[in-house]
């Protein structure tokens, strides 16, 4: 069964770079039609997508945050990552790595975000 | 952009009674991309349904979700205790999500 478990800081100043790694095990990264990608959560609030990865190494990002965000990803140690430059207070938030899947049938399907990692608390402060 | 918008906010039932969760879209989107999530206090949200009416994995048949084109629907058939959390429909073109619906006990 695929799991995914996020790690990283917890702290980060303003200005800095976030990263992130989230790391695949129960299964390859590479096998099947899914994709890698990263959400977050503001305490108390919703969803914000930010970001998926494809194994071809293909990238679509959130408009709001496309300037800012990198997603890559290491098939040698089934892992993708996240950074996010220039970070503020905003930025402050649980962050999520999890695995969609969609395949092309007669029309594109898409089966959701199956699987997700526990989240990792980021905190941006001095 | 795609905005999808849940209402009620909040939607205050009973244990037994059943759930009805609005997911409207901004604009027309395809049945196939639409998902719901829950999600509980403290945990990752849970894929639900898939393709606007395909229960996940593991996911009880009080669940069911419908709807096409701007208007979809989660609904829960009889609440039970362990239902009451909140809801999210996501689709996939922009992935976004919509704002959430908070299902609590009355």
């Known amino acids: 069964q695929v799991q995914l478990q996020e790690s990283g800081p917890g702290l980060v100043k303003p200005s800095q770079t976030l990263s992130l790694t989230c790391t695949v095990s129960g299964g390859s990264i590479s096998s099947g039609s899914y994709y890698w990608s990263w959400i977050r959560q503001p305490a108390g609030k919703g969803l914000e997508w930010i970001g998926r990865?494809?194994?071809?190494?293909?990238?679509n990002y959130n408009p709001s945050l496309k300037s800012r965000v990198t997603i890559s990803v290491d098939t040698s140690k089934n892992q993708f990552s996240l950074k996010l430059s220039s970070v503020t207070a905003a930025d402050t938030a649980v962050y999520y790595c999890?695995?969609?899947?969609?395949?092309?049938?007669?029309?594109?399907?898409?089966?959701?975000?199956?699987?997700w990692g526990q989240g990792t608390t980021v905190t941006v402060s001095s | 952009e795609i905005v999808l918008t849940q209402s009620p906010g909040t939607l205050s039932l009973s244990p037994g009674e059943r759930a009805t969760l609005s997911c409207r879209a901004s604009q027309s989107v395809s049945s196939s991309y639409l998902a719901w999530y829950q999600q509980k206090p403290g945990q990752a949200p849970r894929l639900l349904i898939y393709g606007a009416s395909s229960r996940a994995t593991g996911i009880p048949d009080r669940f069911s979700g419908s709807g096409s084109g701007t208007d979809f629907t989660l609904t829960i058939s009889r609440l039970e205790p362990e239902d009451f959390a909140v809801y999210y429909c996501?689709?996939?073109?922009?992935?976004?999500f919509g704002q959430g619906t908070k299902l609590e006990i009355k």
């Open positions: 990865i494809y194994t071809s190494g293909s990238t």
């Open positions: 996501q689709q996939y073109g922009s992935s976004f």
């Open positions: 999890a695995r969609e899947r969609g395949e092309w049938l007669a029309f594109y399907y898409y089966y959701g975000m199956d699987v």
